[in-house]
């Protein structure tokens, strides 16, 4: 079975670019989330989606950060414009229902130079 | 240079001997719990789960046990093996919502 697919798994790139951020969940699976995780401050839930709806993106950092999610197959995380605190690793994560066990991605690890 | 950071607690074992990792979970409500492990370069990968209507469950090499009286959750890893080196984080939800991860121990295996 597949599982949760996060793209790109690396990104390097200047400071004041857009960076867009890619999650396919795994089939079946309503509950979408997108966590931050960094040597300072853990693993940091920064927005979730339940039925492809946004449901708290109360961990959003700030306006610059942004998620979206289409449909059941498929969201993204942007970042415009990224700044070097953005660097960290971003994880996808899904489940059949919010409060069900989450499966994780692979993270995408972003570094702003 | 290097900024400060966590510093996750530390559990160092020796090969073969049996884990236990500790977690003090903050929500009496809390009805759901999870393991998760995580290995260098990749994501947290599910381990075991229990509820709250039960203090034991096992799976292969593992043992969650639940502590409702002192909120209290541990992990028992039996034999451990290289392979078991990894950051463990615990997680709880209540009431169907979204988990809340604890912020990980860090278990290194003596050869």
């Known amino acids: 079975d597949a599982g949760v697919i996060q793209s790109p798994r690396h990104e390097v790139t200047e400071m004041g670019q857009e960076v867009t951020l890619r999650c396919k969940p795994i089939s079946g699976h309503n509950s979408l989330f997108w966590y931050r995780q960094t040597m300072m401050r853990g693993l940091e839930l920064l927005i979730y989606f339940n039925n492809n709806v946004p449901i708290d993106d109360s961990g959003m950092p700030e306006d610059r950060f942004s998620a979206k999610m289409p449909n059941a197959s498929f969201s993204t995380l942007k970042i415009q414009p990224s700044e070097p605190r953005d660097s960290a690793v971003y994880f996808c994560?899904?489940?059949?229902?919010?409060?069900?066990?989450?499966?994780f991605g692979d993270g995408t690890r972003l570094s702003i130079l | 240079g290097e900024s400060v950071g966590l510093h996750l607690p530390t559990l160092s074992v020796q090969e073969g001997d049996n884990s236990i990792i500790n977690c003090a979970y903050s929500?009496?409500?809390?009805?759901?719990f999870i393991w998760y492990k995580q290995e260098s370069g990749k994501g947290p990968q599910f381990i075991i789960d229990?509820?709250?209507?039960?203090d034991k469950r096992q799976g292969q090499r593992v043992t969650v046990l639940l502590n409702k009286t002192v909120k209290h959750l541990s992990l028992q890893i039996a034999a451990t093996q290289p392979g078991d080196s990894a950051v463990y984080f615990c997680?709880?939800?209540?009431?169907?919502?979204?988990?809340?991860f604890g912020q990980g121990t860090r278990l290194t295996i003596n050869p």
């Open positions: 997680a709880e939800s209540w009431g169907a919502q979204k988990l809340v």
């Open positions: 994560a899904s489940s059949r229902g919010v409060g069900g066990p989450q499966h």
């Open positions: 929500n009496s409500a809390s009805d759901y």
């Open positions: 229990i509820r709250s209507n039960m």
